[in-house]
């Protein structure tokens, strides 16, 4: 190895990355699938939901976060830290209401998808059942809470794209929960709009447009087929106008 | 009516027998039976002992998503609650105008393969071990295994029904269970020529195997006709939905009641008046509600749902094979509705004869597979009621929406609910006949479970309700004498005796 050799070893495969680059970045790059909620590349990253955990020199560490250095060995997609992304995996499920079966964006969920991935086959651990609102006060999107994982991807959007600031968290501890900023706390009574960013980037059914429905029959929804990882990396863009 | 078994005069010193849980139906119930000393029945009751409580929790939830929630209520007749609630949120978007001719033919080719696989799935693996084994046939050998084992190609025949049935279903909400393929408004999935063509290639057989099936139902009735006849009998009206011009009507129509003297004495009834119609009685020993028709009162207003209903009440089926089948039906009953508990299991097989040529009907018409799906929306009502004949009867789903487009009111009333004091009267009827004062067998307690079996009531549907439902709770010295009772009632005061 010498100072101009940018590769890094990712499950015993050389990536090559460019100097700046964090772990998820040079993945996603080369396309390898690191599981994630919380990441986009749009923003800066969080390490809030700590799914792309991986083993860095033998160190646990956040894959969003850290940067790549030439050499670097790193532990992706292995059992030990398969087991552990799926502890926090149903950690999530039962500290909100998730019911996939009614859910509109089941088959589209990012949170179900990476589930599968991670062999979810129950919650595990007791549920909360947190007392959450639904706010339908919006003309165009609802609000519902119960899903919500509290990534603050709509936060970021809203603030950093959109422009508006509509979204925060609140609260501490389990307590936490996804605030409105209006008057009312109601959406309908902010500035938001479903062309904004934010109402396209929630990868749970937290945030979704109203009168759509089930758009796509089961079948032919993104993850429906294939596994999170075949699918890969695919996010919303916010150059991309229209695209879900 | 056999209400005179319902509550005990006197408890003290009466023997209790329990079957729990009443098995080869759909949920969970139980029935316990007093005997006294000379094992004459004092008491019998069908229990519903599930809880669930759709009603309330849907409440707050956005009115387009309710239809694919409230399916989850069954396994077996999803498709039915699927329907039902769309057809009551179609208001919600539409007003009062109607869905696209194409979503509605998709609706009702999707109901009718759920009807049909619901039936095969009663007639062939929870009814038939009954009828070609007798009631007193060893457990062991007593169920669809047996079947299979004595009578294969019957019970392959019953299977591949089953199957086709639910592979329409598959076609048209993308999974046998639980699919989306319904949605206020419409529909949401076309049908492509493919798969159009892959339920046309075996719906020949289909009806074929159902005529057939409906001669063995019949066959076996008639041979056992003396028995049968009185077995479980009960005498009530009948209510079901019919088109505008009187033929039997699972999709969409007006609801009828005809009186046990053949009378007619309720029609063209528009379903979202049903409340005019059915009041509710509840009952502290079970879960399940006693609905009856108001206007005639708690004894007259006795009736009961399902495919005998159905049967009865239509002038004509729809369909030419299922018509034949009818007039044969309608002539054992010498002018007047058939009452036979056990007549429901050749009725049911009248039902799914006509399934079965209306999807080659539907399946043979091109707007099956138009691309207009949703309609329009227009000026949306706040309120919708959505009345279809289920599998078990008549399925009745009525929501209000708050500004917000969320649930605020919900009330379903479950084909099973119709038919809860029906079941309670064969069960009574049963036990008068056939108990007093004989040793207790394993036969003898399968005649009450082959009583409910024949009205195939799915007992987790019927248990949707939440609300202050009265009950006793009754402590009873080593004698059975009464030690002390509480009573909670319908208002939710709680109270010593």
């Given at each position: 190895?010498?100072?101009?050799?940018f590769t890094f070893?990712l499950?015993g495969?050389?990536?090559?990355?460019e100097?700046g680059?964090?772990i998820?970045?040079?993945?996603?790059?080369?396309?390898v699938?690191i599981?994630?909620?919380?990441y986009?590349?749009?923003?800066?990253p969080?390490g809030?939901?700590?799914?792309?955990?991986?083993?860095?020199n033998?160190?646990f560490?956040t894959?969003?976060t850290m940067?790549?250095?030439?050499?670097?060995?790193?532990?992706?997609?292995t059992?030990?830290l398969?087991?552990m992304?799926?502890?926090?995996?149903?950690m999530l499920f039962?500290?909100?209401?998730?019911?996939?079966?009614?859910?509109?964006?089941?088959?589209?969920c990012q949170?179900q998808a990476v589930a599968?991935h991670?062999?979810?086959?129950?919650s595990?651990?007791?549920?909360f059942y947190p007392?959450?609102?639904?706010?339908?006060?919006?003309?165009?999107?609802?609000l519902?809470?119960?899903?919500c994982?509290q990534?603050?991807?709509?936060?970021r959007?809203?603030r950093?794209?959109d422009g508006?600031?509509?979204f925060g968290?609140s609260?501490?501890?389990t307590?936490?929960?996804?605030?409105?900023n209006s008057?009312?706390?109601?959406?309908?009574d902010?500035d938001?709009?479903?062309t904004?960013f934010?109402?396209r980037?929630?990868p749970?059914?937290?945030?979704i447009p109203k009168r759509?429905?089930y758009p796509?029959p089961?079948?032919?929804r993104?993850y429906d087929?294939?596994?999170i990882?075949?699918?890969?990396?695919?996010?919303?863009?916010?150059k991309?106008a229209g695209?879900k | 009516m056999?209400e005179?078994?319902?509550t005990a005069?006197d408890?003290t010193?009466?023997s209790?027998?329990?079957?729990?849980?009443?098995?080869?139906?759909?949920?969970h119930?139980?029935v316990?039976l007093l005997?006294d000393?000379?094992?004459?029945?004092?008491?019998a009751?069908?229990?519903?002992?599930?809880?669930r409580?759709?009603?309330r929790f849907?409440?707050?939830?956005p009115f387009r998503e309710?239809?694919t929630?409230?399916?989850?209520?069954?396994?077996?007749?999803?498709v039915?609650h699927?329907?039902?609630?769309?057809k009551?949120?179609?208001?919600?978007?539409?007003?009062?105008a109607?869905?696209?001719?194409?979503?509605?033919?998709l609706?009702?080719?999707?109901h009718?393969?759920q009807?049909l696989?619901?039936?095969a799935?009663?007639f062939?693996h929870l009814a038939?071990?009954?009828l070609?084994?007798?009631f007193?046939?060893?457990?062991?050998?007593?169920n669809?295994?047996g079947?299979?084992?004595?009578h294969k190609?019957?019970?392959?025949?019953?299977?591949?029904i089953?199957?086709?049935?639910q592979?329409?279903?598959?076609?048209?909400?993308g999974k046998?269970v639980?699919?989306?393929?319904s949605?206020?408004g419409?529909f949401?999935k076309?049908?492509?020529?493919?798969?159009?063509?892959?339920m046309?290639?075996d719906?020949?057989?289909i009806?074929?195997?159902?005529?057939?099936?409906n001669a063995?139902a019949?066959?076996?009735y008639?041979?056992n006709?003396a028995?049968f006849?009185g077995f479980?009998?009960?005498?009530?009206?009948f209510?079901s939905?019919v088109?505008?011009?009187?033929?039997?009507?699972?999709?969409?129509g007006?609801?009828r009641?005809k009186?046990?003297a053949g009378?007619i004495i309720?029609?063209?009834h528009?379903?979202?008046r049903y409340?005019?119609?059915?009041?509710e009685e509840?009952k502290p020993?079970s879960y399940?509600?006693?609905p009856?028709?108001?206007p005639?009162?708690?004894d007259?207003?006795?009736?009961?749902?399902?495919?005998?209903?159905?049967i009865n009440?239509?002038d004509f089926?729809p369909t030419p094979?299922?018509e034949?089948?009818?007039r044969e039906?309608?002539?054992?009953?010498?002018?007047?509705p058939v009452?036979a508990a056990?007549a429901?299991h050749?009725a049911r097989?009248?039902d799914?004869?006509?399934c079965?040529?209306t999807?080659r009907e539907?399946?043979d018409?091109?707007e099956?597979?138009?691309?207009?799906?949703m309609?329009q929306?227009s000026e949306?009502?706040?309120?919708?009621?959505?009345v279809?004949?289920?599998?078990?009867?008549t399925?009745i789903?009525?929501?209000?929406?708050?500004?917000?487009?969320?649930?605020?009111?919900a009330?379903l009333?479950?084909?099973t609910?119709h038919n809860?004091?029906?079941?309670?009267d064969?069960v009574r009827?049963v036990a008068?006949?056939?108990?007093?004062?004989?040793e207790i067998s394993?036969g003898?307690?399968?005649?009450?479970e082959?009583?409910?079996?024949?009205y195939d009531p799915?007992?987790?549907?019927?248990t949707?309700?939440?609300?202050?439902m009265p009950?006793i709770i009754?402590?009873?010295?080593p004698?059975?004498s009464?030690q002390s009772?509480?009573?909670r009632?319908?208002?939710?005061?709680?109270?010593?005796e």
């Amino acid at each position: 190895m010498n100072g101009n050799d940018f590769t890094f070893v990712l499950d015993g495969e050389n990536i090559p990355f460019e100097p700046g680059q964090t772990i998820m970045e040079a993945a996603t790059q080369a396309g390898v699938y690191i599981p994630h909620l919380c990441y986009h590349e749009e923003y800066r990253p969080r390490g809030s939901c700590k799914l792309c955990t991986v083993k860095i020199n033998g160190h646990f560490g956040t894959a969003c976060t850290m940067p790549v250095q030439p050499g670097m060995q790193v532990d992706n997609d292995t059992d030990e830290l398969t087991a552990m992304r799926r502890r926090v995996v149903q950690m999530l499920f039962v500290e909100g209401n998730h019911y996939c079966p009614f859910c509109e964006k089941s088959g589209n969920c990012q949170l179900q998808a990476v589930a599968y991935h991670v062999g979810m086959q129950d919650s595990h651990y007791p549920h909360f059942y947190p007392l959450r609102n639904v706010d339908a006060s919006h003309p165009d999107m609802l609000l519902d809470r119960d899903r919500c994982i509290q990534c603050e991807l709509c936060v970021r959007a809203s603030r950093e794209t959109d422009g508006k600031a509509v979204f925060g968290l609140s609260g501490r501890g389990t307590r936490t929960q996804l605030v409105v900023n209006s008057e009312s706390g109601l959406l309908g009574d902010s500035d938001f709009s479903i062309t904004d960013f934010a109402a396209r980037i929630c990868p749970t059914g937290a945030l979704i447009p109203k009168r759509e429905g089930y758009p796509l029959p089961i079948g032919a929804r993104l993850y429906d087929a294939k596994d999170i990882a075949r699918v890969g990396h695919r996010q919303p863009s916010s150059k991309a106008a229209g695209e879900k | 009516m056999h209400e005179h078994l319902e509550t005990a005069s006197d408890i003290t010193g009466l023997s209790r027998v329990v079957i729990e849980p009443v098995s080869r139906v759909e949920g969970h119930g139980k029935v316990t039976l007093l005997l006294d000393d000379e094992r004459r029945v004092r008491q019998a009751r069908l229990h519903i002992v599930e809880f669930r409580g759709f009603e309330r929790f849907i409440q707050g939830r956005p009115f387009r998503e309710v239809p694919t929630l409230v399916q989850r209520l069954c396994g077996i007749c999803p498709v039915s609650h699927l329907l039902a609630a769309s057809k009551a949120c179609d208001p919600f978007v539409l007003g009062n105008a109607r869905i696209t001719p194409t979503a509605e033919k998709l609706r009702r080719l999707l109901h009718h393969g759920q009807v049909l696989q619901s039936n095969a799935l009663h007639f062939f693996h929870l009814a038939s071990p009954d009828l070609l084994f007798g009631f007193d046939d060893a457990v062991a050998h007593r169920n669809v295994i047996g079947v299979l084992a004595d009578h294969k190609e019957l019970g392959l025949r019953g299977i591949r029904i089953r199957k086709y049935g639910q592979e329409v279903i598959r076609h048209l909400t993308g999974k046998r269970v639980h699919g989306t393929g319904s949605a206020p408004g419409g529909f949401l999935k076309p049908l492509s020529a493919p798969e159009r063509d892959a339920m046309l290639r075996d719906i020949d057989q289909i009806v074929d195997w159902c005529v057939a099936s409906n001669a063995l139902a019949r066959d076996n009735y008639l041979a056992n006709e003396a028995e049968f006849r009185g077995f479980g009998e009960s005498e009530s009206a009948f209510m079901s939905l019919v088109s505008r011009d009187g033929a039997a009507e699972l999709y969409d129509g007006v609801l009828r009641v005809k009186n046990a003297a053949g009378e007619i004495i309720v029609d063209n009834h528009d379903p979202a008046r049903y409340l005019d119609l059915i009041r509710e009685e509840v009952k502290p020993w079970s879960y399940m509600k006693f609905p009856y028709l108001a206007p005639f009162g708690h004894d007259a207003g006795y009736y009961r749902v399902g495919p005998l209903a159905r049967i009865n009440n239509a002038d004509f089926m729809p369909t030419p094979l299922a018509e034949a089948a009818r007039r044969e039906f309608v002539d054992y009953g010498g002018g007047k509705p058939v009452q036979a508990a056990l007549a429901q299991h050749w009725a049911r097989m009248i039902d799914t004869l006509m399934c079965a040529e209306t999807i080659r009907e539907l399946l043979d018409d091109p707007e099956l597979l138009g691309s207009d799906l949703m309609a329009q929306p227009s000026e949306p009502a706040r309120e919708g009621v959505g009345v279809i004949e289920a599998p078990r009867g008549t399925l009745i789903h009525h929501y209000k929406i708050a500004d917000d487009e969320t649930i605020s009111y919900a009330n379903l009333i479950v084909s099973t609910t119709h038919n809860n004091r029906g079941m309670n009267d064969s069960v009574r009827a049963v036990a008068d006949k056939y108990f007093d004062g004989r040793e207790i067998s394993e036969g003898l307690l399968n005649r009450i479970e082959v009583a409910i079996r024949a009205y195939d009531p799915c007992l987790s549907c019927a248990t949707h309700a939440l609300g202050q439902m009265p009950l006793i709770i009754e402590a009873l010295n080593p004698d059975g004498s009464l030690q002390s009772r509480l009573l909670r009632h319908d208002d939710g005061r709680i109270a010593q005796e």
